[in-house]
């Protein structure tokens, strides 16, 4: 398939591809910060404000993963159809108010309404990743779309560390609702850097790169004639779908873990739940150091063994977590999981924008979203029955089991297309 991404590079020059990378980067970084807080608060908040209830933090979970089910479709069909600058700074203006709306929840320990208002803060987070998304390979080049998206995994790990301890501070040293106040202003700078964005991009020559959606006579034919559309790319195109059925067992695999991984802690090695908060740590460490080097070493040529090789590795860390006799070894497991998870990421992510027609990125990334999210509550019901009625070392073992024909896709299918392409 033709290479549809750099759109952005050929019409403002390399080095105002790079600058408008720059505002992109660092406005999807700021984004992410108020995710990663905002996750960390509301888990601490509703957790205190119901009494440790088991039932109010499954909601929370489904919550995370339920919009993304049920929305990324239309998502998707919005990035390809609508301006996707509006689309990402009215994202960030809605979570403004969410997180405005939290605050004021949090004073009166008002939690039914939080609830409401998590929903449609995650639910919006959908639109403004699928349209990030579309929107990232039409500011850089094919060439330098791997090393882009290192930066964005590498991004991603620093986050997913630094937002939740400065959640963890602020909860610590204030209150909820200011934890939720902070949070409201990293949306809002977050909308004014991507105001910026467009101002560079526009003052530069050629085409603003925002609307390469259908025309208006192709928009006729409606939202769900769109997202039909990109269910015929995915089916018609076999690159995509051996790329996303690889995926999928992976997917399942990350689901498991992150749902087992206390109870192996807790109740397999009698440790109190704290002790999770080192294995994350380390997990995070090790993950931003893959993803700098996956970062550095990225080509366009090696990524589909790339990927194959990663989801080796992250099958291989499950089995090492499945038959781990204590914490020590279980963390050797963590570690060569966060290392091989880095480079996959950046991997199917290239790989994956680098095979999709320009009009469709937004709706087929919306479709891969819907399966993805709908085989990650699949993964957390398996696990959650493993747990209850075996041991929670099975899951990881069990898990391992599951994805074991998506790496075998990927050696087969993934890893030897993109050797003939290298070729």
């Known amino acids: 398939m033709t290479v549809h991404a750099g759109l952005g590079a050929d019409r403002a020059g390399k080095g105002e591809s790079r600058g408008a990378f720059g505002l992109f980067y660092t406005s999807f970084l700021v984004s992410a910060m108020g995710d990663a807080f905002r996750l960390l608060a509301v888990n601490v908040w509703i957790f205190k404000a119901t009494s440790g209830s088991t039932g109010a933090r499954l909601l929370v979970v489904l919550l995370a993963n339920l919009p993304g089910m049920l929305l990324g479709g239309l998502s998707g069909v919005i990035a390809d159809r609508y301006d996707k600058y509006n689309v990402l700074i009215v994202s960030d203006l809605v979570r403004t108010g969410v997180g405005l709306g939290l605050a004021w929840c949090a004073l009166d320990s008002r939690t039914v309404p939080a609830l409401v208002l998590i929903a449609v803060g995650n639910g919006v987070g959908v639109f403004f990743n699928s349209s990030s998304f579309s929107l990232l390979p039409r500011l850089v080049s094919a060439e330098r779309l791997p090393r882009a998206n290192g930066f964005m995994e590498t991004g991603q790990w620093v986050v997913q560390i630094v937002g939740p301890s400065l959640a963890a501070i602020t909860l610590a040293t ?121 970062t550095a070493l990225a080509k366009q040529a090696f990524l589909g063994r790339l990927m194959a090789v990663s989801m080796l ?111």
Not at 191 to 205: D, E, G, N, Q, T
Not at 325 to 336: F, H, K, R, T
């Open 174 to 294: 204030g209150s909820a609702s200011l934890a939720f106040v902070v949070d409201s202003a990293s949306f809002v700078v977050s909308a004014v850097i991507l105001r910026s964005l467009r101002r560079v991009l526009k003052a530069a020559p050629g085409p603003l790169p925002v609307d390469a959606g259908p025309g208006e006579d192709e928009k006729s034919g409606g939202h769900w004639a769109d997202f039909t559309d990109g269910i015929g790319v995915v089916r018609r195109n076999k690159d995509i779908r051996a790329l996303l059925l690889a995926s999928y067992g992976i997917a399942f695999l990350t689901a498991c873990t992150s749902y087992g991984l206390i109870f192996v802690v807790a109740r397999t090695f009698a440790l109190h739940a704290s002790a999770l908060g080192y294995i994350y740590s380390l997990n995070g460490a090790v993950a931003v150091i893959a993803a700098v080097l996956a």
């Open 313 to 423: 590795g992250l099958c291989v860390a499950q089995v090492v977590m499945g038959v781990a006799p204590n914490i020590y070894v279980l963390a050797v497991g963590v570690a060569v999981s966060a290392l091989a998870n880095a480079p996959y990421n950046v991997s199917v992510t290239s790989l994956y924008m680098s095979r999709i027609p320009a009009a469709y990125l937004g709706r087929v990334e919306g479709i891969d979203t819907m399966i993805d999210n709908f085989i990650s509550v699949c993964g957390f019901v398996a696990a959650s029955v493993i747990v209850l009625w075996w041991n929670p070392q099975a899951v990881f073992l069990i898990s391992a089991a599951v994805a074991l024909p998506s790496l075998v896709l990927a050696f087969t299918q993934v890893a030897r297309e993109g050797a003939a392409r290298a070729g």
